[in-house]
């Protein structure tokens, strides 16, 4: 199996920043696309910042010059930067990836998503 296991979530004013963390793991053969998506109260999850296997990045319009991914193959974990964060970038944040696992001796591809963690700006 294979689990998405983010951290770095939490409170924070206007203005300040968070670093989220998103760690794979389980029998993983390899991962392709890794990203970001966030859902606020009332709305639908919307894709924040993905990255490709070989690091090619895109960013949703709302987070551009503000937001970074990043990720770090060795440790199958990717990241989000973020910065000048804003009251309307509250929602809970989920990671997901397109992964390619061991089954037997198979390779099967899945998507998969983390449990969400909850970011919140406020003054």
């Known amino acids: 199996q294979v689990q998405l296991v983010e951290s770095g979530g939490g409170s924070v004013q206007p203005g300040g920043s968070l670093r989220l963390s998103c760690a794979a793991s389980?029998?993983?053969?390899?991962?392709?696309?890794m990203g970001w998506y966030r859902q606020a109260p009332g709305k639908q999850r919307a894709l924040v910042a993905d990255i490709s296997s070989d690091g090619s990045t895109d960013y949703a319009d709302s987070v551009k010059g503000r937001f970074t991914i990043s990720r770090d193959n060795a440790k199958n974990t990717v990241y989000l930067q973020m910065n000048s964060l804003k009251p309307e970038d509250t929602a809970v944040y989920y990671c997901n990836a397109d992964i390619l696992r061991w089954v037997g001796v198979s390779r099967i591809r899945g998507n998969y998503w983390g449990q969400g963690t909850q970011v919140t700006v406020s003054s």
């Open positions: 389980g029998s993983i053969f390899s991962i392709n696309g």
